[in-house]
């Protein structure tokens, strides 16, 4: 498939959130293309991305579900993402909507695939996360369909959470907080999947349905699976530091953060974005989250 974007286009930034850090067994870039595994009605499916020079890009896919996944491609680079109306309030996000022309917030509209990494992410480090991650789609994720590199997996489907033993998840480093979240979702996944369809705040509503889904989950779901420009994901640890320190000179708590993305609504996420895009990060400074091994609990 040949597809040539009416928009300008950073394919790598586009496609990084949907990502879970150079390990992430769900998402790999070798030799300039991008390879990323989904869950599709169809399902289980490969796709392929490449951006050539002159802008036109390139997309195979394998598996049941390669057709939704090239039907999707359009939307998963930005092709639905409206910035109209959007005004930088601030000078170092119109200074970073100048630089990238090409950010665009895709939408996957695989609503699953973002929840079970988003809920593992709930209330531990980022290391401790993606190593559940990964562990989680080696041992019971489908290989991933097509010539894909080696140890591309498609993330856990639904079916395959709900068969996931007690000791298998303590395996793994998941707590029983976090597992029973993944439970409930996975028992009305296919209703979740509308969430996509309602999107905005309807949409993160119906997430938040689920035991053990709360704002900040809906809100990380609601970035992926459907690009929504206004989901920020209050109650994050690092968020409100970074927006604090770049937009006002020091960390802000969640109230603080509201507070000064409000001119930025509907569309607060996107000046989120730009931001974490420009390079803005926590301060290297104060108390961190430990680092805790729930396999050894």
Not at 125 to 132: K, L, P, V, W
Not at 223 to 241: E, K
Not at 258 to 267: G, S
Request: charged share 25%; net charge positive.
């Amino acid at each position: 498939m040949r597809y040539r974007p009416e928009f300008p286009l950073d394919l790598g930034a586009v496609l990084a959130p949907h990502g879970r850090g150079k390990g992430d067994p769900c998402q790999r870039r070798e030799s300039g293309v991008t390879w990323l595994t989904g869950n599709t009605p169809d399902g289980p499916g490969t796709l392929a991305v490449r951006r050539f020079a002159d802008g036109e890009v390139e997309a195979q896919a394998w598996g049941p579900g390669a057709g939704r996944l090239l039907d999707g491609l359009p939307a998963l680079l930005g092709a639905r993402d409206d910035d109209r109306g959007f005004v930088a309030h601030h000078e170092v996000v119109a200074d970073a909507r100048h630089r990238m022309p090409g950010l665009r917030l895709g939408a996957s509209g695989r609503v699953w695939d973002a929840l079970v990494p988003a809920v593992l992410e709930q209330k531990v480090t980022g290391f401790e996360a993606r190593r559940s991650w990964r562990e989680l789609c080696r041992w019971f994720g489908a290989k991933a369909p097509g010539p894909a590199p080696a140890g591309l997996r498609v993330p856990p489907s639904p079916r395959a959470v709900l068969s996931i033993a007690d000791w298998e998840w303590h395996r793994a480093g998941v707590d029983l907080r976090r597992r029973r979240a993944l439970i409930f979702a996975a028992q009305v996944a296919h209703r979740l999947a509308g969430a996509s369809e309602l999107g905005g705040a309807e949409g993160r509503s119906l997430l938040r349905k689920v035991p053990g889904i709360g704002g900040w989950t809906a809100a990380e779901v609601a970035q992926r699976a459907w690009g929504d420009p206004d989901a920020v994901s209050f109650g994050d640890y690092h968020i409100p530091a970074v927006v604090g320190h770049a937009l006002v000179g020091e960390a802000l708590d969640d109230a603080g953060l509201a507070e000064v993305l409000a001119p930025y609504a509907p569309q607060r996420q996107r000046a989120v974005r730009y931001l974490l895009e420009a390079g803005f990060r926590r301060p290297r400074f104060g108390p961190r989250l430990p680092v805790r091994d729930y396999r050894a609990m």
